[in-house]
């Protein structure tokens, strides 16, 4: 999945204090092997125990093995290259075991990179240059409602959005509406058959309309299982079951609507524009819910690319990369069987060629060096064809301004293919009626149960809660039931499949997202006690105790778990992070009294220690779309 690699990156990530020790040690291990310092990693990580340092650098023993070298001299020749390099920073290191190198920081190192880190960027620099990403998201079907696979591809793709965003990057959010194929044809003429008054039109009405007219459509078994046979994924399917012979009177009045729609018929054009803004109108009431970006500049649906169909084929075919089979148009490639059809025999174009035009506006037109899908897994073979194709036609080169210079770049084009949500009996999640659910009801539901688990806390009078009008804790309840929603979403790895159960993903405990809200909430309530701010807001940080270290070291690695979560197209490494950076904070305020600490220079060091925890999980939580109400 993802981006195949993370690629060396020279420049140093601010107030990280590993970075700078990783640096030295690469250079010294590239000396001493002879070898380009972009392969000269030297593995640093967080310690696995602390009781022997703060981090530890694992590159000897692999390394040794290349070199014919035995690892713990290896090492110890890296350390003795490094000369006085890192001595300010760290205590004299060490070999041990079979060739680690433990390494321990002095506080004062430390104390250093955590206010250097407490800037208003908590330690992500922007780029140097322009760095543009183009992300498909959302991709509702109009005139259908927003399901919960829907659910998926729009907070996925929001959390990566944002990521990007955050890193300075400059982002496109491109929402592939289905507003231009068989399905919607089918609703209009269903709509125009039952003579609905579009005036009063529901998004209901549109769901009954398509269920019915594909109901009507359904007459060829045999055709059907055929398509279904070859495997060829939703949407091949939905347009070869256009084609069969036979295909019944409904199907034949939904292909000629097709037409004429495609052709400009304005009273066709004015229903299908009015179909449209009455699905979207459901979808930005859904967005706002979920906290999520999307707007109107985001939409860029199929039937915006329905003039360049025809320019796109071309290409291919002058390119020599199209061939006709049976009177349609496929892309070949070389080491699959399976083709890409691109036209079929009738003239029409598929929702692979729209993906085509769409794909090549976005590196193009839009000059995205990274493209990112986030549609689910069952259109994996899709999107891989898709991209080879563009491949292969060359139109994912582009020039990039990269210090001072025009260097060409190859845009990497990534398909972020989620799993399916299912229901506690393991199956794709459906009403009792055997319905898909509607992203509406399992909102309304999720807020339902946070509102009353909200109410209930503010019950106990030693609550921060406690005396809060019903309207602040419906407030601050809504924000629970979608934080709990969104974060079992974004907090496995995304291709998986996981139960909706709403009991655990809205639980205060364990790895949820009302836990960070909590964790967040109760340091806010502790920074309100704690007076005068300017007393703590620029104190010298001096994390001495083992657990206000663990702390410490938690904050620095915020931006290098953004980096990666953007690298990797992985929310769910925010989230592992933001579920650490809680315990270690939790376990901090266990070990280390705050507000009672007679000491007036520790008291103030740990206050401050505290405000960046609560700031950088406000930050991360921010990446996920989930607010951080200061009570709760
Ligand atoms: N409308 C499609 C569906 O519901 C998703 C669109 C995904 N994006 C794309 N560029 N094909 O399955």
Known sequence: MGVASCVYDPRPMTCDPAEPVARALRAAIAAECGIDPANADPRVQPAANPAFGDLQANFAMALAKQCGRNPRDLAQAVIARLGDDLSDRCEPLQVAGPGFINITLRPAALGAALQAFDAPNLGIEPPADTH???????????AKQMHVGHLRATIIGDTIARTYERLGWRVFRQNHLGDWGLPIA???????????????????????????????????????????????????????????????????????????LQSGDASLVRDWERIIEVTMREVYAAADLLNVRLDPASEKGESSFRDELAPVVESFERAGLATIDQGALVVRYPERERPMLIRKSDGAFLYATTDLAALRHRIQGLGAERVIYCVDARQRDHFKDVFDA???????RLTRRRDGHDVEVECQLVHVPFGTVLGADKKPLKTRSGENFTLK???????????????????DPASPTHGMSADELHAIGQAVGIAAVKYADLGGEVSRDYVFDLDRMVAFEGDTGPYLQYAHARIASMLAKAGDAAAWTDAPIDPAAPEEKALGFAILRYPAAVRSA????????????????????????????VLKCDDARVRASRLRLAHLTRRTLADGLSLLGISAPSRM
């Open 566 to 593: 953007a690298d990797h197209c992985a929310p769910s490494t925010i989230c592992a992070y933001l579920y650490a950076l809680a315990n270690a904070f939790n376990a901090f305020y266990q070990a280390c009294p």
């Open 441 to 459: 009801a399992l909102l309304d539901e999720a807020i339902d149960r946070g509102v009353r688990e909200v109410t209930a806390r503010a019950a």
């Open 132 to 142: 543009t990403c183009a992300v498909d998201l959302c991709g509702v079907n109009v």
């Open 186 to 260: 089918m609703t209009l003429a269903s709509l125009r058959r039952r003579g609905t008054d579009l005036a009063t039109l529901t998004l209901d009405d549109l769901n009954a309309a398509y269920r019915s007219a594909q109901a009507e459509g359904r007459d060829d078994e045999a055709g059907l299982a055929a398509v279904h046979a070859c495997g060829c994924g939703p949407h091949r399917l939905a347009e070869l079951e256009a084609q069969h012979e036979g295909a019944s009177a409904a199907i034949a009045d939904a292909k000629s609507t097709l037409v004429r």
């Open 390 to 396: 563009v491949r292969m036609i060359g139109w994912t």
